[in-house]
């Protein structure tokens, strides 16, 4: 004998189907916006995909007072949730007719707090700075001059960088029109607020 349906039942199971429908049409919107939370006005943006953005834009190079040519490659994007800053690590190269050999290679860290710049709609590095500079190969003066140099240029180089760059359609949803507010550098990805 088969059980016959328990019409009390059904409302609730009627209910569950529809609260799992509403679900499914929440998120639909959402997929379309990779890193917006609809629910906390918020637009994250992961590291890795950062990290391929910066790499698109190396390698970058520079001359300093006419003699010496400085060049960034491989760069390698950290973040410093601590500090609220993130940092690009690049391989430099120092090259000029005035050294023996004519060029010395070494390693560069420029960390940076961030802004919005609105005109652009881009995330910038905001006053980058060169927190460690290491050159191989090289002691004394020369190499105390070669930092300076370098660090002044890697800096120049940086400075005013657009890390991320939104589109439109990233800050529009509906016929709302979002603006970045407050940056928050999280230890695996960058948060800003939408507002």
Do not use: C, W
């Not at 943006?45 to 491989?74: C, G, K, M, W």
């Amino acid at each position: 004998m088969t059980p016959r349906p328990n019409p009390t039942a059904s409302p609730s199971r009627r209910t569950v189907l529809h609260a799992l429908a509403g679900a499914a049409v929440l998120q639909a919107p959402l997929a379309a916006f990779a890193g917006f939370n609809f629910f906390t006005n918020e637009y994250t943006v992961s590291r890795d995909e950062l990290q391929a953005q910066v790499v698109r834009h190396f390698p970058v190079s520079q001359r300093y007072a006419q003699i010496f040519t400085v060049n960034l490659r491989d760069p390698q994007l950290s973040l410093d949730a601590a500090g609220n800053r993130a940092a690009i690590t690049a391989l430099m190269t120092i090259g000029s007719p005035l050294l023996q050999p004519s060029s010395v290679d070494g390693v560069v860290s420029v960390s940076s707090a961030l802004r919005y710049d609105a005109a652009t709609r881009a995330l910038r590095l905001d006053n980058p700075k060169a927190d460690r500079l290491e050159l191989q190969g090289m002691t004394g003066r020369d190499a105390e001059r070669l930092q300076q140099i370098g660090g002044l240029v890697a800096q120049e180089l940086l400075r005013d960088y657009a890390l991320r760059t939104f589109t439109a359609e990233e800050l529009t949803v509906g016929r709302k029109t979002y603006e970045i507010g407050e940056i928050t550098v999280q230890q695996r990805d960058i948060k800003v607020q939408l507002k």
